[in-house]
């Protein structure tokens, strides 16, 4: 069986910094690509950044030069820095995966989603 596992939510000040991390865990041979989502109120889900397993990382617009993405393959982890953050940015943000594991093929798995609030 394979989780991903995200933390690292919480109440943060406009203008303030947060850093999620999303976690895999299970019998795996590779990680492919990993990627954040959020999901705000009443809006549907939407790409914030991608990281390959190996190469560039891709960042939607509204949060390049506030949002860094980076991943530790030893770890079988991701981990997203949130800077300068505003309260647009409020939403659910979810891990998301392309995992090959033992037993399961390769298929997408996604965290359980993490809270983040951005309020003053």
């Known amino acids: 069986q394979v989780r991903l596992v995200e933390s690292g939510g919480g109440l943060v000040q406009p203008g303030g910094s947060l850093r999620l991390s999303c976690a895999a865990s299970?019998?795996?041979?590779?990680?492919?690509?990993m990627a954040w989502y959020r999901q705000a109120p009443g809006k549907q889900r939407e790409l914030v950044a991608t990281i390959p397993s190996a190469g560039s990382t891709n960042y939607a617009d509204g949060v390049k030069g506030r949002f860094t993405i980076s991943r530790d393959n030893a770890k079988n982890a991701a981990y997203r820095q949130m800077n300068s953050l505003q309260p647009e940015d409020t939403a659910v943000y979810y891990c998301?995966?392309?995992?090959?594991?033992?037993?399961?093929?390769?298929?997408?798995?996604w965290g359980q989603g993490t809270q983040v609030i951005v309020s003053s």
């Open positions: 998301n995966a392309d995992i090959h594991a033992l037993g399961l093929g390769r298929r997408a798995y």
């Open positions: 299970g019998t795996i041979f590779s990680i492919y690509a």
